[in-house]
């Protein structure tokens, strides 16, 4: 992990001797980091489905308005940490709502503690799939977190609006599910997520099942969106570029369990679609990926 | 758009005029099949009444078969009603709590198992002769299909909503209206398709027992006992024709009623 660290600083290095034109008079990402309050704190937080230990000793802090990623290897436990964030873990035991669905494994349980300082605010959550209500207009998919608090239509049907415009889906406000493409729909998605206003974002690989296009059009609509309203954003994705365009820090992951091997500083400043070809996020993602696959690696050996 | 696609994907057997144009023709012959047994075994009338001698029933007495249709289709689509909003609404409230569900549910099997005929008798004593007896059976009849249909619709909703719900912090009730009723929609339609066609076998079973009116079923035994088959056959016949039009009636209003509901299924 100190070894990880030390790469880190040295990418950061590398930009600074090799500054990238748009945004050399940006402050290090990494001191900005320091600066803020955490809005997320995880101590020494490990849990296991029954007898599956999935996540091992994880203490992680999230400062607010930070972007983070975490990366790790397919079935490793990262969604799970998302979750546990996001305290669905506790909700899915707790919740029997789903009738003969088969009971959540989580007997095993957490130990340590999971901290989110936005419980009296609001969450939001964007999942792997849209989750769209297919008997709604998208306007009405993204009012609906608005509309189980209890909000007038009148102010749902503003706040949505705002929500799907700041997503630049407001053309199909009226349009239903089916009539969508799938980047159409996680923008649906995300802007539901985004529509009460939420200072924590929890993203489950939202566009994991996207073509690579539309993959990158969202994750610069999403960078974009981030960069003007600075919400404390946690992403969990599998692919390291997508993480260190959209992420301000890469949080490498080991195979299951999960535990961090490595904090990544991705390159600081504003994105745009050139920004995947720059050199120093090339650098940034070999740092991470040589983390990644140095923490399989070991893994296997033992 | 959606609308052009499901065109060019629709072949010529779902065409809507064959829908109505090969029914039309399959009827006829079996109609010449009928004929051509009757004349080829020179069976008699008694047994087996000509077609003509059956729409000869009919055009003799128009006005008491058209009287027998309207009773059986109001006793019909009222059984029906009951059995859709009552068999809906218990299957809602046997969803929301499942200790009821495990309870309450194989007592429902029981609309299921008894026998009809068996019972018919006793729903005189317990609702009155006439209208009361014969809608009660109607509902009983046809409440099961609803009861269940609705049930797998409720139980079957998306996990991935079902948690979107919880985390956006919707209760039980909350998320029965706006997530699990919607989205079962389409097997409770297909529920009360089953039951509108159960509901007139009910009514004509009913009606077996006697009524204080002239309904379909009332027609048949009568006629059976003076030996008048051509007047049973019409009876059968416009008996058939209430089920079917119920049925339609039932479809097609679930289907632009439900319009909102139905997409993507």
Redesign the interface.
Known sequence: MREAHSRGESINRTRRTNPPKPATHMPDSASKISQLPPAIRLQHVSHAFGAVEVVRDVSLEIPAGSFTALVGPSGCGKTTILRLI?G?ER??RN???????PDTPTRGGTTGSALTHASDATMG?A?Q?P?L???RSVLENVA??L???GESLAVRRARALEALERMQLADAAGR?P??LSGGMKMRAAIARALVSRPRVLLLDEPFGALDEVTRHELDLALRTLWESERFTAVLVTHSIPEAAFLAERIVVLSPRPAAIVAEIATPSGPRDLHTWTRDDLGACVRTASDALLAAIAERRTR | MSRRFTDAQRSLADHPAVGIVVPIVTASGAILVWTGIKGAFDISDYLLPSPLAVVHALREQPSLYLAATIETAICASLGFLIAAVSGVTLASVLSLFRIIERGIYPLTLLFQMVPLIAIAPLLVIWFGYGRPSIIACATIVSIFPVIANTLAGLRSRDAGLNELFAILGAGRLTTWWKLALPSSVPSILTGLRIAAGLATIGTIAGEFIGSDRQPLGVLITTNLRSSQTSAVFASVLLAACVGFALFGTVSVLGRVLFARWLRGT
């Open positions: 996001g669905l909700l899915a919740s029997d709502d789903t009738p003969d669905a959550f999942f799939e989750r209500l297919p008997w609906l977190p509309e189980l608090q239903f089916h009539q």
